[in-house]
């Protein structure tokens, strides 16, 4: 689990210099208007990304009744992909085509990116569940890797705008799902029928919606302060803020990188080791982003204006009130492997998103009007503070109620 965690956070500490350029590159090449509208049509995608790209992981809390092979689940899990896959895309597009902002042709573009989207995370999600955590690397690296490559070539090189920076995004989309499929073919080769109508499919189907529900809330809940800022303030507004969104949730690659090396054996050791691997964990989780966070908010006034102009001076102060509420949300993460997957409970970890979201909104309405992204910035900070409140009383709770049973079950 050690080796694991080290090399998770070895690809992610090379992946976020990627994602730190990408936006540098949409800031210097998009201005902020351009980025606004870059961030708000991938947004429509990945949230239809998030609700649909659990399939990998409810193959792998299905994998625990070991009563049908990962080959067959994982056939059903692609044919549910690209049945709904299909259905989503057409609701980017007139999603799209009914917002000012984006347009159906921007829409169009990104939404070409949903089914690979969709596959190559459910083919992730299965290899989480086997441990095979350096082919998941590989996997995750790969699509902003791909997508800066894109954005050098059509923005930088050849003088394209937003949407050739959509267009970028989308092909490297493609191009990982296709990594994906390749690199792990042996979880679906040889292909047989995908009978997702029958039982099987019907539970994976189930369990990746609920996964999936949480995801979207979560992002909904991480984002919907955006819209907010953008109805008072514009879109030139959400430009300069996402810069500080973006920085301040870089953090929590650390806690991320913790629950992935802790997913499998978390799923399948006893109770008791369980709980206190997830217990640990995300207290670790919590300390070593907290201490991230203090350097990051004494750099940022100095580094954003450097590394992005002068005209994202702004996002300096909304970091800085994000930060806290970034911290005290890391552990989430890692509870949430033990709530859902642990115990197939994810609708414990939807009532976190929930609540989380339900209180950033509130008081973006309230905050947002009179102070701006500022405004935004400190009801993010808050909701974050309530999810993770609720996250460790429902840990707390299950945990003791599992080791009642468990003590029970052994006596017995």
């Known amino acids: 689990m050690g080796r694991n965690t080290l090399e998770t956070l070895l690809f992610r500490g090379l992946s976020t210099p990627i994602a730190l350029v990408l936006v540098v590159v949409q800031s210097r090449f998009l201005a902020p208007s351009g980025r606004g509208t870059f961030v708000l049509v991938v947004l429509t995608v990945t949230i239809l990304s998030r609700l649909l790209g659990q399939l990998g992981l409810a193959v792998t809390t299905r994998l625990r009744e070991g009563d049908v092979e990962v080959r067959q689940l994982v056939h059903r899990a692609f044919a549910l992909a690209a049945a709904l896959g299909l259905v989503g895309g057409a609701l980017v ?45 590989y996997v995750q690296a790969l699509s902003p890797l791909l997508t800066l490559a894109g954005m050098l070539v059509l923005v930088v090189g050849l003088g ?7 267009a970028a995004w989308a092909v490297a989309h493609v191009l990982t799902a296709t990594f994906a499929l390749v690199a792990a073919r042996d979880l679906w080769l040889p292909v047989g029928p995908p009978a997702f109508r029958d039982e099987h499919g019907r539970t994976i189907l189930r369990l990746a919606l609920v996964l999936g529900a949480v995801q979207v809330v979560n992002l909904i809940g991480y984002r919907i302060e955006l819209f907010i800022l953008e109805w008072y303030d514009g879109v030139a507004a959400v430009g300069v803020y996402s810069i500080a969104m973006q920085a301040a949730e870089a953090l929590w690659l650390i806690p991320a990188a913790i629950a992935t090396a802790i997913t499998g054996p978390a799923v399948h050791d006893d109770e008791r080791d369980a709980t206190g691997l997830v217990g640990r964990s995300a207290l670790k989780g919590l300390a070593y982003t907290a201490g991230v966070a203090v350097a990051v908010g004494i750099a940022a006034p100095f580094l954003i204006p450097l590394l992005f102009g002068g005209d994202f001076d702004g996002a300096a102060r909304p970091l800085a009130l994000l930060l806290p509420g970034i911290v005290a949300y890391a552990p989430v993460t890692v509870l949430v492997v033990y709530l859902s997957l642990r115990h197939g409970r994810p609708n414990l970890s939807l009532g976190v998103s929930v609540v989380a979201m339900v209180v950033t909104a509130a008081l973006a309405l309230l905050l947002i009007p009179r102070y701006g992204a500022e405004g935004a910035a400190g009801a993010s900070a808050l909701g974050y503070a309530a999810g993770a409140a609720l996250a460790w009383i429902f840990f707390r709770r299950l945990s003791r109620q599992a080791a009642r049973g468990w003590k029970h079950g052994t006596a017995g």
């Open 93 to 137: 597009v007139v999603s799209g085509a009914l917002t000012d902002a984006v347009g159906a042709e921007l829409a169009l573009i990104a939404a070409v990116a949903l089914i690979p989207n969709v596959l190559w995370q459910t083919v992730s999600g299965v290899l989480l569940g086997q441990a095979r955590v350096r082919l998941w690397n």
């Open 160 to 166: 394209g705008g937003v949407r050739a920076a959509v």
